[in-house]
């Protein structure tokens, strides 16, 4: 369930979506992204798993709002008090789970794409249909580093939603890069570096430009930590070089 997939950075992945736990040696954590409702007691057990607890979680840093990566954002504010980073351009999206831009009708992707449908029914089960919306969020602001273990620089890569922002750890050469970058599309099945298909992407145009901003990272960034599949360890151009490739579907 848990595994450290750079120094100090931990994956869960459950129900198709991943979830980062960023540890510092003063014994505090981040929490990148909060995957959906069932995850909650799963990041109990990552925490107990390295020695920490609850108290010792310092901060969340969400890439973009979509209900997969903000399902226990509202357990975090309400239970723990922990505070929330998010672009504000998404934070509408953080109140309401449901309400957002995406180019094409969702309800076609199972029948053109069959190996999602698998995909979908584990997102269902673990609660994709019974996300709360959370506020009283702070602005992640492009280009700065948030005061939160692992010192994250934030990288504004809108497109997936307007407001999304991939996450630079440049002493860990790791590159989060949430939604603007997936090895594993769950609307198609498809792996492999690439855009999120239009059925939950905003603008799939400018979700390939924003691949760019992705490009200027390659040399502080060997390991890139997506939000849904595996990481990827063959540099940030090669990934870039094969999601464009792929293209918008």
């Not at 848990?2 to 510092?24: C, K, M, P, Q």
């Not at 954002?73 to 309400?99: K, N, Q, S």
């Not at 794409?113 to 249909?129: D, H, Q």
């Not at 603007?180 to 198609?188: E, I, K, N, R, S």
């Amino acid at each position: 369930m848990l595994s450290e997939v750079a120094d100090g950075v931990h994956r869960i992945e459950h129900a198709y979506v991943n979830v980062y736990l960023v540890t510092d040696d003063e014994g505090r954590v981040l929490v990148v992204d909060t995957g959906l409702p069932a995850t909650w007691n799963l990041l109990g057990e990552a925490l107990r798993e390295l020695g920490r607890r609850p108290s010792d979680i310092a901060a969340v840093v969400l890439t973009h709002a979509h209900f997969d990566h903000t399902g226990s954002a509202a357990a975090f504010r309400t239970r723990l008090g922990v505070p929330i980073w998010l672009h504000e351009e998404d934070f509408t999206i953080a109140a309401h789970p449901y309400r957002y831009a995406h180019e094409n009708v969702r309800a076609a992707y199972p029948f053109r794409y069959p190996a999602s449908l698998r995909i979908l029914a584990s997102m269902t089960v673990a609660g994709a249909l019974r996300v709360r919306g959370v506020r009283g969020l702070l602005h992640a602001e492009p280009g700065a580093t948030l005061p939160v273990p692992g010192a994250p620089r934030v990288i504004f890569t809108p497109g997936h939603t307007y407001g999304h922002c991939a996450l630079h750890l440049p002493d860990r050469d790791v590159l989060l890069t949430g939604d603007a970058l997936v090895t594993l599309d769950p609307y198609t099945g498809r792996r492999g570096p690439q855009i999120i298909a239009g059925a939950a992407t905003a603008d799939s145009v400018q979700a390939l430009l924003s691949l760019d901003r992705l490009v200027a990272h390659d040399s502080g960034a060997t390991t890139l930590l997506p939000g849904h599949g595996e990481p990827w360890t063959g540099g940030v151009a090669a990934a870039v070089e094969q999601a464009r490739r792929t293209g918008a579907h």
